[in-house]
């Protein structure tokens, strides 16, 4: 164990378990460890890092930023939250309000807190959905094991099936404030509904004047290839959630409301003391104009397409298939065995996340090159047979070894 | 390489500014630059009724030592009988450049693919980007610039003159509001372009409600029909909704102090702007009206220097003779 590693295990709550690697710099998609190793990193701070590391970019608005004026709190106005809520609001296309936080969680908070400004307390959630894990945003997610240990949570939650049109239709009533939804389950293992599944999420909760707020805390700022993914469905959503690329690396969460939604919180109803810092909002102002003036969400679906296809046509059996939009994907697996995947392409000299036992998680940087994608479909084959023999109920197709299951 | 001008963000920030400085010059020297002296010609087609357009882009290509050839199609055979592309073609053989006002914007995109010479989008119904290039004209003249200034537009935020602001004026670089009602609020995929223009331009992009709330502390305050052109039908009640976007005295109190009035005209008075603010003091709206002229001549000078190869300011390279 690296001596980095070993002061983090002893001093650092256990809550992440022990992580494998102690990095030390970046530039672009490439992460450097303690021991001057290089890394393609695919897992890009879980969807984050959208201009990659140390982007020119980013650097030079934060510095600016930080030099100029760095925390005013929200008692005051400064320029740079101002000027990404109407950017946001542009990019959707739509009147409405922003409020900005720190996290995708608070984010979700605050979404949670403005649907009880209806009058109504009644929510439906999905099964599998990850909004945070703070003890609204817990309410929500809509995963057992996250959620159990931390009992009794904010109550009225009704969870449906992700994707089931019927069973939401059932869960919807007058009574309802919110229906909250990722366009995409990235947590729950990049799980993508089926078509028309949020247009008739609209419509049923037009129907019962319910509001829609979509969680596009990972799916958001151009990760699909689009600004926000429940744009390429048509949709007009109440309520978006947004935080991860956002800021490109720096702390930031947004919530925007639009129509009678945004104006639901009124003076004294919610607030915080760092969301909207100027710092991650310079940042992200950076991270809007590199993407829109660099054509990055055509990049990301060309990309994104090139990284689906080549693995797709690598046939390799322990493949089952690939999901997902742009530069949010799932490899899912034919065995659950994710995490010896990941432990051998991360020997390999790449970053992926297990995110469920049978899907690995390839989140990287918008910036990804063609070369980059090229590079981890070389090296993929051999740590799927390196992989391989971990499985119980399948025979190895090679006869490496060197798993470490 | 042949460049068509078909929406306002056909010109990068740069190129915009190029062909506003451009103007500015022809202005203050109204009959030096003659790119189309031969003559060449150039066609004016219209789908639909003009006064301005019509009048200004006829001067303009005669002070550049031109020929304008300004017909109303629906006296031709034009898009009747042959595809709008081959009508393109044909017209390419002929001119050096064809200026066209039409309906659907996918109108003058066929026209334009099938034409080898510049063609100009002299209104559809979704931009109006000539007319933007006068705007901005007018704002750096009565502003002393366009970048970083708040440009509001109120009243039909569905219509090409809304449009056409969101581009061209982030494009500019400039703070763009757009208010109207419910129901009346510009494509979304225009707002987006526009955002992501300003993102890089340092200007901003706000679709509101509130005509107050838009207004307040702007540099310029703009205004279009609440009916345009071939909406005179459309069964939506054009009057109520708007009556509280009206550009009045009171409105008008919300804005900067140095403010300045705009409108494209032909303006409905006592509909969406009052006599007392359009004859006013911060009224910009008749210089606005005559840079038509000016700003048109530079785009066409622009465009057909692009077309050549020339520079793009065409003072040299396109047969300037002073």
């Known amino acids: ?405 | 390489m042949i460049r068509h001008f078909l929406r306002d963000d056909d010109l990068s920030p740069a190129e915009q500014s190029s062909v506003l400085d451009l103007a500015a010059r022809m202005k203050a020297d109204r009959f030096g630059y003659q790119p189309l002296a031969g003559p060449r010609s150039v066609a004016v087609l219209f789908d639909k009724q003009s006064l301005r357009t019509r009048i200004s882009f006829d001067a303009g290509i005669a002070e550049l030592g031109g020929h304008p050839l300004v017909v109303d199609t629906q006296v031709t055979h034009f898009g009747r009988g042959e595809t709008l592309a081959d009508a393109g073609r044909v017209l390419s053989r002929y001119v050096a450049a064809v200026v066209l006002r039409t309906h659907g914007d996918d109108r003058i995109a066929e026209v334009a693919s099938g034409a080898s010479v510049p063609v100009i989008n002299a209104l559809t119904d979704g931009f109006h980007p000539c007319q933007l290039l006068a705007d901005l004209l007018t704002i750096r003249e009565r502003c002393g610039g366009t970048a970083g200034r708040t440009l509001t537009y109120v009243g039909d935020g569905a219509n090409n003159m809304a449009q056409s602001y969101l581009l061209a004026g982030a494009t500019a670089g400039m703070h763009v509001r757009i208010a109207g009602p419910d129901g009346f609020a510009p494509d979304a995929a225009v707002v987006r372009r526009a955002g992501e223009i300003a993102a890089g331009t340092g200007g901003s992009v706000r679709v509101l409600t509130d005509p107050a709330q838009a207004a307040r502390d702007a540099d310029v305050l703009a205004t279009d029909t609440w009916t345009s052109m071939g909406q005179e039908a459309d069964g939506l009640d054009r009057v109520t909704p708007f009556l509280p976007y009206q550009v009045n005295k009171e409105l008008l109190g919300h804005a900067a102090p140095d403010a300045i009035v705009l409108h494209c005209l032909p303006a409905h008075r006592g509909e969406e702007i009052t006599d007392e603010v359009l004859d006013g003091p911060q009224s910009a709206v008749f210089d606005q009206a005559e840079n038509r002229l000016h700003a048109q001549k530079a785009l066409l000078t622009f465009l057909l220097g692009a077309a050549t190869g020339g520079a793009a300011t065409g003072d040299t390279a396109t047969g300037t003779t002073r």
């Open chain 1, 1 to 405: 164990m690296s001596s980095l590693v070993q002061r983090w295990t002893q001093s650092m709550m256990d809550n992440y378990g022990t992580p494998p690697l102690a990095l030390v710099s970046g530039a672009g998609a490439v992460v450097v460890d303690e021991a001057g190793r290089e890394y393609l990193d695919l897992v890009g701070g879980i969807a984050v890092n959208a201009l990659g590391h140390a982007h020119p970019a980013v650097v030079a608005a934060v510095s600016k930023q930080v030099a100029t004026l760095g925390h005013v709190s929200n008692l005051y106005v400064a320029e740079p939250p101002v000027a990404l809520a109407e950017l946001l609001l542009a990019l959707a296309g739509r009147p409405g309000r922003v409020f900005f936080a720190n996290s995708g969680a608070e984010a979700n908070e605050a979404a949670f807190k403005l649907s009880r400004r209806t009058g109504r307390t009644h929510v439906v959630a999905t099964n599998g959905a990850f909004h945070g894990r703070t003890m609204g945003a817990l309410a929500l997610t809509g995963q057992p094991a996250k959620a159990d240990p931390f009992r009794p949570l904010p109550g009225e939650v009704t969870h449906v099936d992700y994707g089931d049109v019927a069973a939401l239709e059932a869960a919807v009533s007058d009574a309802t404030a919110m229906v909250i939804l990722e366009p995409i389950q990235g947590e729950n293992g990049v799980v993508v509904p089926p078509a028309g599944y949020l247009a008739a999420a609209r419509r049923i909760t037009a129907r019962h004047g319910a509001l829609l707020v979509l969680d596009e805390v990972q799916t958001g700022i151009g990760r699909t290839g689009h600004w926000f993914a429940h744009q390429a469905e048509g949709v007009e959503p109440d309520v978006v959630t947004l935080a991860k690329g956002l800021g490109g690396g720096l702390p930031l969460g947004a919530t925007m409301a639009f129509g009678r939604a945004a104006d639901l919180l009124t003076p004294g109803s919610h607030g915080t003391t760092f969301g909207g810092n100027p710092v991650s909002c310079a940042a992200a102002l950076a991270v809007v104009a590199t993407i829109a003036n660099e054509g990055l969400l055509d990049h990301v679906k060309r990309v994104g397409e090139r990284l689906r296809r080549g693995v797709e046509a690598l046939g390799h059996p322990l493949i089952d298939g690939v999901r997902g939009a742009g530069l949010l994907l799932g490899v899912t697996l034919t065995a659950p065995v994710a995490p010896v995947l990941a432990e051998a392409l991360r020997d390999a000299g790449f970053l992926v996340n297990a995110v469920q036992p049978g899907v690995v998680r390839l989140v990287p940087p918008l910036i990804l090159t063609a070369a980059q994608v090229d590079a981890f479909l070389a090296a993929l084959p051999a740590a799927l047979d390196a992989t391989a023999p971990a499985t119980a109920d399948r025979t190895p197709t090679t006869t490496t070894t060197g798993t470490t299951a």
